[in-house]
């Protein structure tokens, strides 16, 4: 159980084009998904929190127009990244907390989107 | 700012010993703790998670929790070459807040 898919899994991309990322919660639902960024040698960064039904909550320093996120299902959550640049070249991955909650609220990930743009 | 501090290691140890992995955090509200082992060029796999103050076993894995100290750590008994991984520490504040916020990991080496 708990398992949660991302896809592409990895995409290479011309500088000003836009890419589109899918997570899945595959046998579960999830009202809560989170968006973290990763660069080489570095911890996982969190972008943005994507709450079914409403607005994704950016962290700060992270430009919501730019990576527009749409959690249109319980199952379901996109990130797009527009105008894309190369500085934008990272591992993206999504984490999904089952709405059935849990003793720890704890996250499954997927498995990451390897993003280079060109 | 709310911190996690992890040593980042590389901590190597041989085949069968046990390893340590330590990790401090600086919000004292914060509820539950994460650990978390990423592969290299792969996404974090949870380990096992602590709430309580004590101890948590799951196989060769203990996880460790003092709240009064901040601090909670992961022992690896047995370790195996295939345990060799970067060990991330999270936290969690709780209640309807769901966020994590990880430590920066400790490269861990199983020499066999």
């Known amino acids: 159980g708990a398992v949660v898919s991302q896809h592409p899994s990895r995409v290479i991309c011309k500088s000003g084009t836009s890419v589109k990322i899918e997570c899945r919660s595959l046998d579960f639902q999830a009202t809560t998904m989170f968006w973290y960024r990763q660069f080489p040698k570095q911890s996982l960064m969190l972008m943005a929190t994507?709450?079914?039904?409403?607005?994704?909550?950016?962290e700060q320093g992270v430009e919501k127009d730019k990576f527009l996120i749409n959690h249109a299902s319980l199952t379901l959550s996109t990130l797009t990244v527009t105008s894309a640049h190369p500085e934008d070249s990272s591992f993206y991955i999504c984490?999904?907390?089952?709405?059935?909650?849990?003793?720890?609220?704890?996250?499954?990930f997927g498995p990451g989107t390897r993003l280079t743009v060109l | 700012q709310k911190e996690v501090e992890q040593n980042s290691g590389p901590l190597s140890v041989p085949e069968g010993a046990i390893a340590s992995l330590n990790c401090t955090y600086s919000?004292?509200?914060?509820?539950?703790f994460f650990w978390y082992r990423q592969y290299s060029g792969k996404s974090p796999e949870l380990i096992m998670f602590i709430y309580s103050n004590g101890d948590k076993e799951d196989g060769r894995f203990t996880a460790q929790l003092n709240k009064a100290s901040q601090y909670v750590s992961l022992l690896i008994r047995d370790s195996q070459p295939s345990d060799s991984a970067t060990y991330l520490c999270?936290?969690?504040?709780?209640?309807?807040?769901?966020?994590?916020?990880f430590g920066k990991g400790t490269l861990l080496t199983v020499n066999p």
């Open positions: 994507s709450n079914e039904g409403s607005k994704a909550t950016y």
């Open positions: 984490s999904a907390r089952d709405a059935r909650g849990g003793p720890g609220n704890e996250q499954f």
């Open positions: 919000d004292r509200g914060s509820q539950s």
């Open positions: 999270a936290v969690n504040q709780g209640g309807s807040n769901y966020k994590l916020t």
